[in-house]
């Protein structure tokens, strides 16, 4: 099977910076767009930033020039990192990726989700 895992949330204090990372495992036989999303307490998950597998990027407009996403092909891992933090910027961070297993099955995956919170 094919596992996200995540890592790197935790309390910052406004301004300051944090790195996700988000790992695939498993019977991968390709990674197509991987992407960060978020889900903030009483609103809707939202689309954070977009990585293809060849580079192209795609964000929010809220974290355009503060946040940058990228990916290590030879890993499986998609990283984001995020500077210039606000209080808004609180939620549930998601990760997500567009996976062709072994078998040929292609599936959109979720991560388990790691807290990020932006607090004084």
């Known amino acids: 099977q094919v596992q996200l895992v995540e890592s790197g949330g935790g309390l910052v204090q406004p301004g300051g910076s944090l790195r996700l990372s988000c790992a695939a495992s498993?019977?991968?036989?390709?990674?197509?767009?991987m992407g960060w999303y978020r889900q903030a307490p009483g609103k809707q998950r939202e689309l954070v930033a977009t990585?293809?597998?060849?580079?192209?990027?795609n964000y929010a407009d809220s974290v355009k020039g503060r946040f940058t996403i990228s990916r290590d092909n030879t890993k499986n891992t998609v990283y984001l990192q995020m500077n210039s933090l606000k209080p808004e910027d609180t939620a549930v961070y998601y990760c997500?990726?567009?996976?062709?297993?072994?078998?040929?099955?292609?599936?959109?995956?979720w991560g388990q989700g790691t807290q990020v919170t932006v607090s004084s």
């Open positions: 990585i293809t597998s060849g580079g192209s990027t």
């Open positions: 997500n990726a567009d996976i062709l297993d072994l078998g040929l099955r292609k599936n959109d995956y």
């Open positions: 498993g019977r991968i036989l390709a990674i197509y767009t």
